[in-house]
């Protein structure tokens, strides 16, 4: 039996990471039959509870086990007694590098060297890399990507990174996000959640928002603040209420987003026509398959908008991190977005109508990028072949 090492967000904390994880058990699995999956993760019963179907081992990043989170015996244990290593979503980058809590990119390059000498591959599987900004961030990628037998992108910006560092890496392929083909909840069971949490009652319909937790960390860091961002969320989605008389549903597919989510709900004047549904009670089955009830949606998160894409609900970006920005411009989005810079209600108000008014043709129109997004997404299992030979 081969064994099959999966680094990546694992916590269960994120319903995009969540999507990632079980998209690639699925893939990967659909093309062989039989593999071990060690997953390391600081939230064991999590992956037994969601991917038990699969044949998966969690390898817990607990300080009892010898771990601060991914610094520590577990993580290099399981990449060092491993068949192959899997590094998935976006964990290599280079903020916060000196802290395991946060921070990846540090303690993947301390073993990946090891794995070569021992002749284990390390495939960086349907990723994104960076941001890298620091000298020191730089070198520890290059010793992921001299240890690596192969990088799947999932868009155009990681490639463009590597050559602008001018780092050495392996061959390099462009494929998709493996939570594109996340399978939505649909029928009797999706239309119980609905009922239970009175969703989508209002015959003009419903506009979706998500945000996250760290606006004020990531974009216009010490100018822009969380108070600013929430009051100005709140003020639009009012605006939003006026003109087009429609309610609000706020995804939240990370557990710490919902305080920022409750705090934009806060500058609202309209908040009984507005609901929230997360990742703390639903899974993210259920949160795709709700956003594929929405007319459009509004969101930060990048996985918000790839569930989106999935289930052809036409979507803008607020524009915070450049991987939102290349998934968008993966599927032909790109123009679809608000920068920071101009983030205020008028100018939200004004790319809302101009989806909202042609929203049908953006349905129709993404349909045929995303079924070639999702069918490359699959087809990164099939490149693995040669370490199963």
């Known amino acids: 039996m081969k064994q099959i090492t999966v680094l990546g967000n694992n916590s269960g904390r994120n319903a995009g990471d969540a999507a990632i994880l079980g998209n690639l058990l699925q893939d990967v699995s659909d093309e062989f039959s039989d593999v071990l999956f060690k997953v390391p993760t600081t939230h064991p019963r999590f992956i037994n509870r969601h991917f ?12 009892w086990y010898g771990a601060l989170k ?29 802290n395991p809590l946060f921070n990846n990119l540090a303690s993947i390059s301390l073993v990946a060297p090891l794995c070569k000498r021992l002749d284990i591959p390390i495939v960086m599987y349907n990723c994104s890399i960076g941001p890298i900004d620091y000298p020191y961030g730089r070198k520890a990628l290059q010793k992921v990507l001299d240890a690596s037998d192969l990088v799947i992108t999932r868009d155009h910006q990681t490639g463009e990174l590597l050559e602008k560092l001018e780092l050495r890496f392996p061959e390099l392929i462009q494929h998709a996000d493996c939570a594109l083909n996340t399978e939505p909840t649909a029928g009797e069971p999706l239309e119980r959640i609905i009922e239970a949490e009175n969703l989508f009652q209002n015959p003009n319909g419903t506009v979706g928002f998500n945000v996250n937790a760290y606006i004020d960390n990531w974009s216009r860091t010490g100018s822009y603040s969380q108070d600013d961002f929430c009051r100005v969320i709140g003020e639009s989605v009012d605006c939003i209420i006026d003109v087009f008389d429609v309610d609000i549903f706020f995804a939240c597919t990370q557990i710490m987003d919902l305080a920022n989510t409750h705090r934009c709900i806060g500058y609202s004047k309209y908040k009984d026509r507005i609901k929230v549904i997360s990742n703390k009670t639903y899974t993210y089955e259920n949160i795709a398959g709700l956003l594929g009830k929405l007319e459009l949606h509004i969101g930060l998160r990048t996985h918000t908008l790839i569930f989106c894409a999935a289930v052809g609900t036409p979507m803008i970006n607020i524009s915070s991190y450049p991987k939102s920005h290349g998934f ?23 790319v ?38």
Not at 54 to 62: A, D, G
């Open 52 to 63: 038990g179907k699969f044949n998966v081992k969690p390898v817990p990043l607990l300080p």
């Open 328 to 350: 968008m411009r993966t599927i032909g989005q790109e123009d679809r977005y608000i920068a920071f810079e101009n983030l205020n209600q008028n100018h939200i108000l004004s």
């Open 70 to 98: 991914n610094f520590g015996l577990p993580l290099a244990a399981s990449m060092l007694k491993t068949d192959l290593i899997l590094i998935c979503d976006n964990i290599l980058f280079d903020r916060k590098f000196y």
């Open 352 to 389: 809302v109508k101009n989806v909202w008014d042609h929203r049908a043709l953006i349905r129709e129109n993404m349909q045929s990028r995303v079924a070639e997004e999702k069918r490359k997404a699959k087809a990164s299992a099939k490149l693995l072949r040669k370490y199963f030979a």
